[in-house]
Protein backbone atom coordinates (compact mmCIF):
# COMPACT_ATOMS: atom_id res chain seq x y z
CA UNK A 1 0.00 0.00 0.00
CA UNK A 2 1.36 3.53 -0.88
CA UNK A 3 2.34 5.52 1.99
CA UNK A 4 0.23 8.57 2.47
CA UNK A 5 2.28 12.13 2.05
CA UNK A 6 1.48 14.18 4.72
CA UNK A 7 1.89 18.37 4.29
CA UNK A 8 3.00 20.90 6.88
CA UNK A 9 -0.20 22.18 8.18
CA UNK A 10 -0.75 18.14 9.71
CA UNK A 11 2.64 17.67 10.21
CA UNK A 12 3.01 20.12 12.91
CA UNK A 13 0.81 18.16 15.23
CA UNK A 14 2.88 14.96 14.59
CA UNK A 15 6.19 15.44 14.01
CA UNK A 16 7.89 15.55 17.32
CA UNK A 17 6.59 12.40 18.30
CA UNK A 18 6.85 10.30 14.78
CA UNK A 19 10.59 11.64 15.06
CA UNK A 20 11.26 10.68 18.56
CA UNK A 21 9.27 7.22 18.14
CA UNK A 22 11.01 6.10 14.38
CA UNK A 23 14.91 7.67 15.90
CA UNK A 24 17.16 4.21 16.22
CA UNK A 25 21.07 3.51 16.57
CA UNK A 26 22.54 1.48 14.06
CA UNK A 27 26.60 0.99 14.84
CA UNK A 28 27.47 4.41 14.98
CA UNK A 29 24.78 6.13 12.54
CA UNK A 30 21.84 7.81 14.01
CA UNK A 31 18.19 6.77 11.32
CA UNK A 32 15.63 9.65 11.74
CA UNK A 33 12.36 8.72 9.59
CA UNK A 34 10.21 11.42 8.85
CA UNK A 35 7.17 9.59 8.96
CA UNK A 36 5.09 10.81 7.35
CA UNK A 37 7.02 12.83 4.81
CA UNK A 38 7.64 16.67 4.61
CA UNK A 39 6.19 17.94 1.43
CA UNK A 40 6.93 21.50 0.59
CA UNK A 41 5.26 22.54 -2.80
CA UNK A 42 3.26 26.13 -1.64
CA UNK A 43 4.40 29.54 -1.26
CA UNK A 44 5.87 30.08 2.41
CA UNK A 45 6.18 26.45 3.22
CA UNK A 46 9.21 26.12 5.78
CA UNK A 47 10.56 23.22 7.55
CA UNK A 48 13.45 22.61 9.50
CA UNK A 49 15.77 19.30 10.71
CA UNK A 50 17.09 19.15 13.61
CA UNK A 51 20.06 16.25 12.60
CA UNK A 52 21.01 15.12 15.99
CA UNK A 53 17.85 15.85 18.30
CA UNK A 54 19.54 18.64 20.73
CA UNK A 55 16.85 21.05 20.49
CA UNK A 56 18.57 23.24 18.11
CA UNK A 57 17.85 22.86 14.10
CA UNK A 58 20.57 22.47 11.89
CA UNK A 59 18.71 22.75 8.42
CA UNK A 60 16.22 24.85 6.84
CA UNK A 61 13.62 24.31 3.69
CA UNK A 62 11.74 26.41 2.03
CA UNK A 63 9.49 27.51 -1.01
CA UNK A 64 9.37 31.13 -2.54
CA UNK A 65 7.02 32.29 -5.43
CA UNK A 66 6.50 35.87 -6.12
CA UNK A 67 6.11 37.79 -9.64
CA UNK A 68 8.94 40.67 -10.28
CA UNK A 69 8.82 44.10 -11.22
CA UNK A 70 9.38 43.12 -15.47
CA UNK A 71 6.14 40.36 -13.88
CA UNK A 72 8.35 37.77 -14.59
CA UNK A 73 7.31 34.33 -12.56
CA UNK A 74 10.12 32.95 -10.00
CA UNK A 75 9.03 29.91 -8.10
CA UNK A 76 12.60 29.00 -6.03
CA UNK A 77 12.76 25.62 -3.34
CA UNK A 78 15.35 26.64 -0.82
CA UNK A 79 17.52 25.03 1.66
CA UNK A 80 20.19 26.56 3.97
CA UNK A 81 22.15 26.38 7.50
CA UNK A 82 19.79 27.37 10.78
CA UNK A 83 21.64 29.17 13.16
CA UNK A 84 25.46 29.13 13.63
CA UNK A 85 27.77 29.63 10.04
CA UNK A 86 29.35 25.90 11.06
CA UNK A 87 26.48 24.47 9.38
CA UNK A 88 26.84 23.29 5.59
CA UNK A 89 25.92 21.52 2.30
CA UNK A 90 27.27 20.12 0.15
CA UNK A 91 26.78 22.00 -3.03
CA UNK A 92 28.39 23.66 -6.00
CA UNK A 93 28.63 27.31 -6.86
CA UNK A 94 29.13 30.09 -8.98
CA UNK A 95 29.40 33.97 -8.96
CA UNK A 96 26.42 35.76 -10.68
CA UNK A 97 26.90 38.94 -12.36
CA UNK A 98 29.50 40.67 -14.29
CA UNK A 99 31.00 43.45 -12.39
CA UNK A 100 32.77 42.81 -8.82
CA UNK A 101 30.53 45.93 -7.26
CA UNK A 102 27.03 43.77 -8.49
CA UNK A 103 28.72 40.21 -8.49
CA UNK A 104 27.29 37.42 -5.67
CA UNK A 105 27.65 33.85 -5.32
CA UNK A 106 25.09 31.50 -5.75
CA UNK A 107 24.95 27.97 -4.34
CA UNK A 108 23.51 24.79 -5.30
CA UNK A 109 23.20 21.74 -3.08
CA UNK A 110 24.52 18.17 -5.17
CA UNK A 111 21.78 15.50 -5.21
CA UNK A 112 23.94 12.22 -4.83
CA UNK A 113 22.95 9.43 -5.69
CA UNK A 114 22.93 6.02 -2.58
CA UNK A 115 26.29 4.94 -1.09
CA UNK A 116 28.32 8.28 -2.58
CA UNK A 117 30.81 8.91 0.57
CA UNK A 118 30.11 12.15 2.26
CA UNK A 119 32.83 13.49 3.84
CA UNK A 120 35.88 16.14 3.59
CA UNK A 121 36.38 15.76 -0.17
CA UNK A 122 33.09 17.49 -0.90
CA UNK A 123 32.22 21.42 -1.20
CA UNK A 124 30.61 22.25 1.40
CA UNK A 125 29.07 25.60 0.95
CA UNK A 126 27.26 27.52 4.47
CA UNK A 127 24.68 30.24 2.92
CA UNK A 128 21.37 30.04 4.46
CA UNK A 129 19.77 30.25 0.53
CA UNK A 130 21.01 27.75 -1.77
CA UNK A 131 18.68 26.61 -4.25
CA UNK A 132 17.79 22.92 -4.48
CA UNK A 133 15.36 23.66 -7.99
CA UNK A 134 14.40 27.18 -9.27
CA UNK A 135 12.09 28.25 -12.43
CA UNK A 136 12.05 31.29 -13.83
CA UNK A 137 9.32 31.81 -16.53
CA UNK A 138 9.90 34.97 -18.32
CA UNK A 139 7.75 36.98 -20.01
CA UNK A 140 8.81 35.64 -23.58
CA UNK A 141 7.60 32.11 -22.55
CA UNK A 142 11.60 30.94 -21.98
CA UNK A 143 12.02 28.82 -18.74
CA UNK A 144 15.26 29.22 -16.94
CA UNK A 145 16.32 26.37 -14.72
CA UNK A 146 18.60 26.29 -11.78
CA UNK A 147 19.91 23.84 -9.68
CA UNK A 148 21.45 20.21 -9.72
CA UNK A 149 17.66 18.82 -8.39
CA UNK A 150 15.88 20.58 -11.35
CA UNK A 151 14.15 18.32 -13.61
CA UNK A 152 10.64 16.38 -13.84
CA UNK A 153 11.17 13.77 -11.29
CA UNK A 154 14.16 13.00 -9.13
CA UNK A 155 13.34 10.41 -6.57
CA UNK A 156 15.38 8.70 -3.74
CA UNK A 157 18.44 11.35 -4.02
CA UNK A 158 20.70 12.71 -1.15
CA UNK A 159 21.45 15.44 0.38
CA UNK A 160 25.45 15.78 1.80
CA UNK A 161 25.33 17.81 5.08
CA UNK A 162 28.22 18.88 7.62
CA UNK A 163 27.16 19.75 10.99
CA UNK A 164 27.91 20.93 14.76
CA UNK A 165 26.66 19.24 17.76
CA UNK A 166 26.25 20.93 21.06
CA UNK A 167 29.87 20.49 22.13
CA UNK A 168 30.94 22.25 18.62
CA UNK A 169 31.81 18.75 16.84
CA UNK A 170 31.22 18.19 13.41
CA UNK A 171 29.54 15.39 11.90
CA UNK A 172 28.73 14.15 8.55
CA UNK A 173 25.27 13.57 7.17
CA UNK A 174 22.69 12.57 4.29
CA UNK A 175 18.83 14.01 3.75
CA UNK A 176 17.00 11.60 1.51
CA UNK A 177 14.61 13.54 -0.77
CA UNK A 178 12.10 13.94 -4.01
CA UNK A 179 11.82 16.58 -6.53
CA UNK A 180 9.26 16.39 -8.30
CA UNK A 181 6.50 18.32 -10.75
CA UNK A 182 9.48 19.95 -12.65
CA UNK A 183 11.40 21.11 -9.78
CA UNK A 184 8.25 22.42 -7.97
CA UNK A 185 7.83 20.10 -4.98
CA UNK A 186 10.34 19.53 -2.42
CA UNK A 187 9.87 15.84 -0.76
CA UNK A 188 11.81 14.78 2.44
CA UNK A 189 11.79 11.29 3.80
CA UNK A 190 14.44 10.09 6.12
CA UNK A 191 18.33 11.12 7.65
CA UNK A 192 21.02 10.03 9.14
CA UNK A 193 24.27 10.95 10.30
CA UNK A 194 27.55 9.28 11.97
CA UNK A 195 27.82 10.01 15.70
CA UNK A 196 32.07 9.76 15.50
CA UNK A 197 33.39 13.58 15.35
CA UNK A 198 34.08 13.72 11.55
CA UNK A 199 33.82 10.59 10.24
CA UNK A 200 32.28 9.62 6.60
CA UNK A 201 28.85 8.27 5.85
CA UNK A 202 27.58 7.28 2.80
CA UNK A 203 24.87 8.17 1.26
CA UNK A 204 21.27 6.25 2.07
CA UNK A 205 23.62 3.65 4.22
CA UNK A 206 23.13 3.25 7.88
CA UNK A 207 26.14 1.60 8.14
CA UNK A 208 29.02 3.12 10.06
CA UNK A 209 32.03 2.95 8.02
CA UNK A 210 34.11 5.28 10.57
CA UNK A 211 38.06 4.31 9.84
CA UNK A 212 37.46 1.79 7.03
CA UNK A 213 38.36 4.34 3.97
CA UNK A 214 41.83 4.64 5.64
CA UNK A 215 41.98 1.15 6.64
CA UNK A 216 44.39 -1.04 4.22
CA UNK A 217 44.61 2.08 2.13
CA UNK A 218 47.84 1.32 1.19
CA UNK A 219 46.86 -1.99 -1.43
CA UNK A 220 45.52 0.40 -3.41
CA UNK A 221 47.07 2.71 -6.16
CA UNK A 222 45.15 4.65 -8.80
CA UNK A 223 46.64 6.76 -11.38
CA UNK A 224 45.05 7.80 -14.71
CA UNK A 225 46.15 8.73 -18.29
CA UNK A 226 43.86 10.66 -20.13
CA UNK A 227 40.04 8.83 -19.95
CA UNK A 228 41.87 5.39 -18.84
CA UNK A 229 42.21 4.93 -15.09
CA UNK A 230 44.94 2.16 -14.20
CA UNK A 231 44.37 0.09 -10.60
CA UNK A 232 46.50 -1.22 -8.28
CA UNK A 233 45.72 -3.28 -5.97
CA UNK A 234 46.91 -6.23 -3.25
CA UNK A 235 43.28 -7.75 -3.35
CA UNK A 236 44.11 -11.20 -4.73
CA UNK A 237 42.15 -13.50 -6.14
CA UNK A 238 38.77 -12.04 -4.78
CA UNK A 239 36.17 -10.41 -5.96
CA UNK A 240 35.96 -6.61 -5.53
CA UNK A 241 33.68 -3.69 -6.57
CA UNK A 242 34.52 -0.48 -7.97
CA UNK A 243 32.51 2.29 -8.20
CA UNK A 244 32.99 5.71 -10.28
CA UNK A 245 31.03 8.65 -9.61
CA UNK A 246 31.20 12.33 -11.02
CA UNK A 247 31.40 15.41 -8.23
CA UNK A 248 27.33 15.84 -8.40
CA UNK A 249 27.40 11.88 -6.97
CA UNK A 250 26.24 10.64 -10.34
CA UNK A 251 27.80 7.19 -11.15
CA UNK A 252 29.71 7.07 -14.75
CA UNK A 253 30.97 3.23 -13.95
CA UNK A 254 30.83 0.48 -12.04
CA UNK A 255 32.02 -2.98 -12.25
CA UNK A 256 33.22 -6.32 -10.04
CA UNK A 257 36.79 -7.49 -10.55
CA UNK A 258 38.87 -10.08 -9.07
CA UNK A 259 42.10 -9.37 -10.74
CA UNK A 260 44.69 -7.36 -9.20
CA UNK A 261 45.61 -4.97 -12.31
CA UNK A 262 42.74 -3.24 -14.05
CA UNK A 263 42.63 -1.07 -16.63
CA UNK A 264 39.28 1.19 -16.78
CA UNK A 265 38.56 2.97 -20.02
CA UNK A 266 35.92 5.94 -20.02
CA UNK A 267 35.87 7.37 -23.53
CA UNK A 268 32.84 9.49 -23.16
CA UNK A 269 33.41 11.22 -19.57
CA UNK A 270 34.22 14.87 -19.46
CA UNK A 271 37.11 15.93 -18.18
CA UNK A 272 37.26 16.83 -14.41
CA UNK A 273 37.31 15.24 -11.40
CA UNK A 274 36.02 12.38 -10.31
CA UNK A 275 35.98 10.34 -7.20
CA UNK A 276 36.93 6.36 -7.14
CA UNK A 277 35.35 3.87 -4.38
CA UNK A 278 36.80 0.41 -4.27
CA UNK A 279 34.82 -1.27 -1.75
CA UNK A 280 35.98 -5.15 -0.71
CA UNK A 281 34.71 -7.11 2.57
CA UNK A 282 34.77 -4.42 4.89
CA UNK A 283 37.49 -2.71 3.35
CA UNK A 284 36.39 0.52 1.89
CA UNK A 285 39.06 3.07 -0.36
CA UNK A 286 37.88 6.14 -1.68
CA UNK A 287 40.23 8.38 -3.82
CA UNK A 288 40.24 11.04 -5.92
CA UNK A 289 41.28 11.85 -9.63
CA UNK A 290 40.98 13.95 -12.31
CA UNK A 291 40.65 13.04 -15.85
CA UNK A 292 42.98 15.78 -18.17
Not at 61 to 68: A, E, G, H, I, M
Not at 94 to 120: D, E, H, L, M, R
Not at 225 to 252: A, E
Request: negative net charge.
Amino acid sequence: MQKRKFYLKEYSMLASSFIIYHQQVYAQVVYTDLEPDIVIEHDGDDFSIDMDNNGTDDFHFSKKTFYDWSTNFHSTIWAGRDGTFKNEIAASYQTIGWAAYSSYIQQFPYNFSKGYPINVLLSFQNDNRQIIAGNVLYDSGWLQKKGNWWDDVIEDRYLGVHFVDSDDNYHYGWIRCDVVDSGKTFIMKDYAYETKVDGFINAGDLLSYTGIETQHADLVNIFTSGNTINIISGINNSIYQVVIYDMQGKIVHTNKYTDSEITIQLPHIAKGVYLVEIIYNNFKHTEIIAIN
